[in-house]
């Protein structure tokens, strides 16, 4: 018997609406704890059909992913044993959460919704990744506007399983968070654009893909490295900051890392000017 859809049930309690609230008041007083952001994931809750999408999506990408991801992001994947056979689950034994607390300390983390930045900053800076529970419909299977697991999880996830990277996470959270010149805020979310959802790196005298907004993206991770109406620069951190980005379509400038150390240290001199500034 098929199991009916139960994806809205998920985030649509008690539990997920006081959790929602906490993470939209963030920062008022009684409201700054970031562990009253998170919901149970309600594994229960996907039908036949969401563990089919996500086979479909992971056997598509994959397959594509094999010999273009970075390979700290492959290895990544193997480490968190995130398979095919169905979508991860968040806690408990043998989860994706129990490999990444051995590796680096983090844990992806069961959310109901978009989190206001503020908020979203304080999760990272304690090593927790806000993660969408739903997944997409077999119809918006090839494009969905707003985050679902399968681009939390298998698109950002792995890299987190890699120390330097979960550093430079780490520290983007705390300098996100601390941050209190609105020209520092713009700054920080083009970095985390032109990185974290859609870097490119060059391994094995290769440009290859480790941006989640690439990874988990048919379609545009063939583009960033396919199409010639793409511009990819060298990372430059200043260039990178005073970069301009559009959500709507696919990106015409990309930038490309030549490792993960490069990133990493950058944002440490970056975190160190802000939090230096605010006297933290």
Request: aromatic share 12%; charged share 25%.
């Amino acid at each position: 018997m098929t199991k009916p859809n139960l994806n809205h049930a998920m985030i649509d309690g008690p539990e997920a609406r006081a959790a929602q609230e906490n993470a939209d008041r963030f920062g008022q007083m009684g409201f700054n704890d970031p562990a009253k952001f998170f919901i149970a994931q309600q594994y229960d809750g996907y039908s036949d059909e969401n563990q089919e999408v996500w086979q479909n999506l992971y056997d598509r990408q994959m397959e594509f992913l094999a010999e273009r991801a970075s390979n700290v992001y492959l290895d990544g994947a193997r480490s968190i044993r995130l398979v095919r056979d169905h979508i991860p689950h968040l806690d408990g034994e043998k989860s994706i959460n129990q490999f990444l607390m051995e590796l680096t300390g983090w844990q992806s983390c069961a959310v109901p919704g978009y989190l206001p930045a503020k908020a979203f900053f304080a999760c990272l800076a304690e090593r927790k990744f806000p993660t969408t529970i739903v997944i997409r419909s077999r119809e918006t299977i090839d494009y969905l506007p707003e985050p679902d697991i399968f681009h939390d999880v298998f698109g950002h996830v792995p890299l987190h399983a890699d120390p330097v990277f979960a550093d430079f996470l780490q520290t983007f959270g705390r300098a996100a968070l601390s941050a209190s010149d609105e020209r520092d805020t713009v700054r920080l979310a083009r970095l985390f654009w032109f990185t974290v959802e859609f870097g490119l790196i060059r391994e094995d005298d290769r440009l290859k893909l480790y941006g989640s907004g690439l990874i988990s993206s048919p379609g545009e991770s063939r583009h960033a490295l396919e199409s010639p109406d793409v511009e990819r620069r060298p990372f430059d951190l200043d260039r990178v900051c005073d970069t301009d980005f559009e959500i709507d379509h696919y990106q015409p400038i990309l930038y490309v890392l030549d490792s993960f150390e490069q990133l990493r240290d950058a944002m440490n001199q970056y975190a160190h000017r802000i939090l230096e500034t605010t006297g933290i």
